[in-house]
């Protein structure tokens, strides 16, 4: 059942992520740029802000809940080399059905550079079912 529970959520969590990325207009995209050469790295908060809630919304949907705060502190996520000398910010969570059960780890990587601002690409979805 986990399985099934953890495929359906890969599939419209990247369809979600998908539309909010492609809604994202150039515009918007300028202006995190501009930002970023004010504030640096923090210009990301913004995607990942429109990004943190769709996740949380599809979870929502799909009557399912994190196991504690998504998305998780910076100091908890993981960050490794991406494409095209980018890098992919791990951000993890667990999640639980409407009993309180564990069914899944959720894992969304954000595809972004340093030393430049770009977000080439919606956040990457892995989801691992948890067997009961």
Do not use: C
Not at 68 to 75: C, I, N, V
């Amino acid at each position: 059942m986990s399985e099934s529970i953890a495929a359906r959520l890969a599939v419209e969590l990247e369809a979600a992520l998908t539309r909010a990325y492609d809604a994202i207009t150039p515009d918007e995209w300028e202006e995190m740029a501009v930002l970023r050469d004010r504030a640096g790295d923090a210009a990301y908060s913004k995607p990942g802000g429109i990004f943190d809630r769709v996740t949380r919304d599809t979870v929502k949907a799909l009557d399912l809940h994190f196991e504690g705060r998504f998305p998780s502190p910076l100091d908890q996520t993981r960050e490794t080399p991406g494409p095209d000398g980018g890098r992919v910010r791990w951000y993890e969570g667990v999640l639980l059905d409407a009993e309180g059960r564990r069914v899944a780890k959720l894992s969304l990587g954000y595809h972004h550079r340093h030393d430049r601002f770009e977000v080439p690409r919606p956040p990457e979805v892995m989801v691992a079912p948890i067997n009961l």
